[in-house]
């Protein structure tokens, strides 16, 4: 059968992912979440400003 | 199976995101500068008491009265620039949490089949990213201060964000769960209750989210801005969730099936000699 319930999309990726690969797909998200709306050193903040701006992001 | 849904995401985020990285080009840069210039000579004048130091106890990296852009370290190429590569960034981050990661998880409960399903999941992300948070923070010309310091802020809206997610998915839920046994309507009224419901406490907190129009700005051109901004997410969700519809239905059945799957082609010879 299919994995066709968000129950058993859960257990697929138990059975088949590595808690390294969850990890680092995890982190390298974040990293770059991070970065885009909560970064507030003052270069990058300038620099990211305009986008910020544009996207929405609350960036003050 | 989810390497794949990952692979989508990041594709259609990208795609995105080079939408939303001109956008930024050719219209938020200029327009963001225009408007800061705008609310920059207005603070000028009235420098002398616009220096809020005092709620502000790190003023020194955190000038944000009015925008210190003018005397700023950074060249103006530089900074549009890396906006326009944080645009295209911002598209990807979203396509691959988003339609990579959530929606692996939550198709089988997101209305719709097909291209719809993406669009449905288009659309709930854009209210989960983009809408939840403004609820509180409305998208705002440069120029205007905020009330809160930039981390409580910050923090405040990832958990908006966070808030938007759990409205969404419990939607979901609650709409796959009543569709079969209740109809069409009942499945659609009580998967658009959580989102009624925030959107309820955040008014009843905050109360109607308005564009704030700081001084120096004419209001038409602030409102323009909050408008632009609405519009680019908008666009932005909507560009991943066409190419994410294009991508997830041009993937082999096979290969989305996932290791639980008996191949189709395998069972076939089963009865015959």
């Given at each position: 059968?299919?994995?066709?319930?968000?129950?058993?999309?859960?257990?697929?990726?138990?059975?088949?992912?590595?808690?390294?690969?969850?990890?680092?797909?995890?982190?390298?998200?974040?990293?770059?979440?991070?970065?885009?709306?909560?970064?507030?050193?003052?270069?990058?903040?300038?620099a990211?400003?305009?986008?910020?701006?544009?996207?929405?992001?609350?960036?003050? | 199976?989810?390497?794949?849904?990952?692979?989508?995401?990041?594709?259609?985020?990208?795609?995105?995101?080079?939408?939303?990285?001109?956008?930024?080009?050719?219209?938020?840069?200029?327009?963001?500068?225009?408007?800061?210039?705008?609310?920059?000579?207005?603070?000028?004048g009235?420098?002398?008491?616009?220096?809020h130091?005092?709620?502000?106890?790190?003023?020194?990296?955190?000038?944000?009265?009015?925008?210190?852009?003018?005397?700023?370290?950074?060249?103006?190429?530089?900074?549009?620039?890396?906006?326009?590569?944080?645009?295209?960034?911002?598209?990807?981050?979203?396509?691959?949490v988003?339609?990579?990661?959530?929606?692996?998880?939550?198709?089988?409960?997101?209305?719709?089949s097909?291209?719809?399903?993406?669009?449905?999941?288009?659309?709930?992300?854009?209210?989960?990213?983009?809408?939840?948070?403004?609820?509180?923070?409305?998208?705002?010309?440069?120029?205007?201060?905020?009330?809160?310091?930039?981390?409580?802020?910050?923090?405040?809206?990832?958990?908006?964000?966070?808030?938007?997610?759990v409205?969404?998915?419990?939607?979901?839920?609650?709409?796959?769960?009543?569709?079969?046994?209740?109809?069409?309507?009942?499945?659609?009224?009580?998967?658009?209750?959580?989102?009624?419901?925030l959107?309820?406490?955040?008014?009843a907190?905050?109360?109607?989210?308005?564009?704030?129009?700081?001084?120096?700005?004419?209001?038409?051109?602030?409102?323009g801005?909050?408008?632009?901004?609405?519009f680019?997410?908008?666009?932005?969700?909507?560009?991943?969730?066409?190419?994410?519809?294009?991508?997830?239905a041009?993937?082999?059945?096979?290969?989305?099936?996932?290791?639980?799957?008996?191949?189709l082609?395998?069972?076939?010879?089963?009865?015959?000699?």
């Amino acid at each position: 059968m299919t994995a066709n319930t968000v129950h058993d999309r859960l257990r697929l990726a138990r059975a088949t992912l590595t808690p390294t690969q969850v990890l680092s797909v995890l982190l390298a998200v974040a990293a770059l979440g991070f970065v885009l709306v909560l970064f507030q050193e003052p270069t990058a903040h300038e620099a990211m400003h305009n986008f910020r701006h544009a996207a929405g992001v609350v960036c003050h | 199976m989810i390497a794949a849904y990952v692979v989508n995401g990041v594709k259609s985020g990208l795609v995105a995101g080079l939408v939303f990285g001109l956008l930024v080009a050719l219209v938020a840069n200029p327009l963001v500068a225009f408007a800061e210039e705008g609310a920059h000579v207005e603070h000028a004048g009235e420098a002398g008491d616009h220096e809020h130091a005092g709620d502000h106890e790190h003023a020194g990296d955190h000038e944000h009265a009015g925008h210190s852009h003018a005397e700023g370290a950074l060249p103006a190429s530089l900074t549009d620039g890396v906006s326009v590569l944080s645009g295209v960034l911002w598209g990807v981050f979203l396509g691959v949490v988003a339609f990579g990661i959530a929606f692996y998880f939550l198709e089988p409960i997101v209305p719709g089949s097909g291209a719809a399903r993406s669009y449905a999941f288009g659309a709930a992300g854009f209210l989960t990213v983009s809408v939840a948070p403004w609820l509180a923070f409305p998208p705002a010309p440069p120029g205007v201060e905020r009330a809160l310091d930039p981390n409580a802020a910050s923090l405040l809206y990832v958990g908006l964000v966070a808030a938007g997610a759990v409205a969404s998915a419990s939607g979901m839920y609650a709409y796959d769960r009543l569709r079969g046994d209740h109809g069409r309507p009942l499945a659609a009224a009580a998967g658009a209750l959580p989102w009624a419901l925030l959107v309820a406490v955040a008014v009843a907190l905050v109360g109607v989210p308005s564009v704030a129009v700081p001084a120096g700005l004419p209001s038409d051109l602030a409102h323009g801005l909050a408008g632009l901004v609405a519009f680019g997410q908008a666009l932005t969700w909507l560009v991943m969730a066409g190419a994410h519809a294009r991508f997830h239905a041009s993937d082999d059945p096979n290969r989305n099936a996932g290791p639980t799957d008996p191949p189709l082609a395998e069972e076939a010879p089963a009865g015959s000699p």
